[in-house]
């Protein structure tokens, strides 16, 4: 088993950055592809970023493209630095983990085995 921790979320004013980490425990002898993706009030779960086992390939959605980066800062902990911040990346935001071992993007909730409980960003004036 693996177990995922986020920290770094908080409030924010519109234009400001926050820095996410995501903290991999137990059972991480092994490599895993991770994502984050976020959910706003009333929304579903929708994909932000992804970086593969080796932390050679990232892959970010369309809507943060150009303001968020993904990386690994070591073997257990994954990065997500946002900035230029709007109103509609206001949500809670999950880490997840999977085993796989592939330079495909992970796009899919569904590609993910391990979650983490969820920080809160909260983007206002």
């Known amino acids: 088993q693996v177990q995922l921790a986020e920290s770094g979320g908080g409030s924010v004013q519109v234009g400001g950055s926050l820095r996410l980490s995501c903290t991999a425990s137990?059972?991480?002898?092994?490599?895993?592809?991770m994502g984050w993706f976020r959910q706003a009030p009333g929304k579903q779960r929708e994909f932000v970023a992804t970086?593969?086992?080796?932390?050679?390939?990232t892959y970010l959605a369309d809507s943060v493209k150009g303001r968020f980066t993904v990386s690994r800062d070591n073997a257990n902990t994954v990065l997500l630095q946002m900035n230029s911040l709007k109103y509609e990346d206001t949500a809670v935001y999950y880490c997840?983990?999977?085993?796989?071992?592939?330079?495909?993007?992970?796009?899919?909730?569904?590609?993910?085995?391990?979650w983490g409980q969820g920080t809160q960003v909260t983007v206002s004036s």
């Open positions: 997840a983990a999977s085993p796989a071992v592939t330079n495909a993007p992970y796009t899919e909730l569904e590609q993910y085995t391990y």
């Open positions: 137990g059972r991480t002898s092994g490599t895993y592809t």
């Open positions: 970086i593969n086992w080796s932390g050679s390939i």
